[in-house]
Every structure is written in C-alpha cells, then in structure tokens.
C-alpha cells in the first residue's frame, strides 16, 4: 500500500457543527502532515507530526485540533469554523531517518474538500 | 520574496509540444520535489531530486544543486497533462512551495 487515503472527500459543516477529518496511512510512515490549501494557492502547513507527537503547529487557531491515535492516523478535529476555513485540506506523510536526519517518501493524500456555510 | 519561485505561471501549449517548467529557490535544501495537482483534486508527486536528472514516461526533471535551479520538463504534451504543478523543495525543517505553473495543453 503506497497511499495516503484521506475521508471524507467532500464535507459541508455549519458553523457551530464538530466534525473530524481523517488519513490514514500503512506505508510504515513516521511523520505526517495537515495542509491548508486555498484555490490557486500553494498548500499551507498546519500541524507536523513524528512519531506520533505534535512536533510542528504553525500558529493554528484553536477550532483545529490535531491527534494522532496511532502511527498510521491522523485526525483533524473542527468545531466553530468560519467561512473564511473553506478550503482543500490535504494530508501528507514521510519516512523519517533518524540515522542522517532527513525525511524522504513523501506522499500525499487526494484531500478533503471543506465547505463551511 | 518567495523562497521558491517558478515560470512561467501559467502556461498554454498546443498538443504535441515540448514544455519547460522552470523553478529557482534561496534555501539550503536536501531535495527538491515536483507535484503535479488537477483541478480540484489531491497531489501526486511525480519526483523527488537531490542531484542529476530522472525521467519517467515523457517526463523529465533535472537540477542543478550549484544554481539552485530546477527544469521539469514534458515531451509531446498530451491534453491529460493540464493540471498545476508545483515546485517544492525541503529545507531543514518544512517544506517550501511555489506557487504553481497552470498548465493547459490544447488538442
């Protein structure tokens, strides 16, 4: 399995609903990633996990909340978004080599596209 | 000024045509990645260079570490090769994007 799956594709919330985007990857992948990507914009980055620990959170605010159950899955939790979080939120991950200190395969996901209303 | 920079940004080509996607970044890098995104959709990365050059199918990618410069090239462009792609290279710690070449390819 060389995918990152990401679910759902599509997602419309409201503004005071909680809903969670997932990935999921079994590629043996040791950091993963959340991308904010908004149209005809380069992917922004969000959260950096490895090994299953919150190493890199780009001054996100607090109505995105990351976890990561497992080393194969990562979670975005929403509460309270505003219209202005619609966007594509991809998910990314890579092997990491502790020995020379680099990452390498890195793989995307297809994206969950959100809509808040 | 972007970290990384790519030309042209957009890009119209005529079935058949022999296309060059160009990136140039600032950053001490240990690989330079080549994304392909099409509209609406997820990104495929369609190689990842540290030196030299790969090729896959009709596509090319070469670097020049010394320049810090990049070419991602597609030979007889087909109209299933329109999409966005997106230079993006990994520094110590995160990863820098262009901003994109929209690539259309007429029949």
């Known amino acids: 399995d060389t995918e990152v799956t990401q679910t759902p594709k599509h997602l419309v919330m409201g503004m005071t609903n909680k809903k969670s985007l997932k990935c999921e990857q079994h590629?043996?992948?040791?950091?993963m990633y959340w991308y904010k990507q908004k149209a005809k914009k380069p992917p922004e980055l969000m959260f950096v996990?490895?090994?299953?620990?919150?190493?890199i959170n780009e001054s996100v605010p607090s109505r995105f909340s990351p976890e990561c159950p497992n080393s194969s899955l990562l979670n975005l939790h929403l509460h309270a978004l505003q219209p202005e979080d619609s966007a594509l939120y991809l998910c990314?991950?890579?092997?990491?080599?502790?020995?020379?200190?680099?990452?390498?395969?890195?793989?995307f996901g297809s994206g969950t596209r959100l809509t808040v209303v | 000024k972007n970290e990384v920079e790519q030309s042209p940004q957009n890009l119209t080509a005529q079935e058949g045509e022999f296309i060059t996607i160009n990136c140039s970044y600032s950053?001490?890098?240990?690989?330079l990645h080549w994304l392909q995104q099409h509209p609406g959709g997820g990104i495929v990365s369609l190689f990842m260079?540290?030196?030299g050059k790969k090729k896959h199918g009709r596509l090319i990618a070469t670097i020049n570490i010394q320049e810090k410069h990049s070419s991602l090239h597609i030979t007889a462009s087909h109209p299933r090769d329109s999409a966005v792609y997106i230079c993006?290279?990994?520094?110590?710690?995160?990863?820098?994007f262009g901003t994109g070449t929209s690539l259309t390819v007429i029949p």
């Open positions: 590629m043996g992948h040791r950091a």
């Open positions: 996990y490895s090994y299953e620990k919150l190493s």
């Open positions: 260079l540290s030196s």
């Open positions: 990314a991950s890579s092997q990491l080599d502790r020995g020379i200190g680099t990452d390498y395969g890195y793989t």
């Open positions: 950053v001490g890098i240990s690989a």
């Open positions: 993006a290279v990994k520094g110590t710690s995160q990863f820098y």
